[in-house]
Nanobody, 126 residues
Framework: EVQLVESGGGLVQAGGSLRLSCAAS????????IGWFRQAPGKEREGVSC????????MYAGSVKGRFNISRDNAKNTVYLHMISLKPEDTAVYYC???????????????????WGQGTQVTVSS
């Protein structure tokens, strides 16, 4: 059974930090790129960050560049999203997703992602 399980969300004050984890099982993790998406109340889901398979190349949405860092540990089948300098506008449910196709040059194409997690809530208070 394929699973992506996010964890690490919570309530944090503005300026704080969190590290999200995405634990994968049921597929060959190293063969997949992993993306993080988020959905704030009343808004559409948006891409946040993505990490390639193989060379581990990364991409970030402009709104999080310089504050978020994505990494992967293929030995643990896990992708991390380290978030610092959090802002109230970062409040959202964060999802991880997996795709076999190369995410470049369109990393946020949701139809390309085969597997999705259930999400973890991140709330940033002002």
């Amino acid at each position: 059974e394929v699973q992506l399980v996010e964890s690490g969300g919570g309530l944090v004050q503005a300026g704080g930090s969190l590290r999200l984890s995405c634990a994968a099982s049921g597929f060959t993790f190293e063969d997949y790129a992993i993306g993080w998406f988020r959905q704030a109340p009343g808004k559409e889901r948006e891409g946040v960050s993505c990490i390639r398979r193989g060379d581990g190349g990364t991409m970030y949405a402009g709104s999080v560049k310089g504050r978020f860092n994505i990494s992967r540990d293929n030995a643990k089948n896990t992708v991390y999203l380290h978030m610092i300098s959090l802002k109230p506008e970062d409040t959202a449910v964060y999802y991880c997703a997996a795709r076999r196709s190369d995410p470049w040059p369109a990393p946020w194409e949701e139809d390309e992602y085969e597997y999705w997690g259930q999400g973890t809530q991140v709330t940033v208070s002002s």
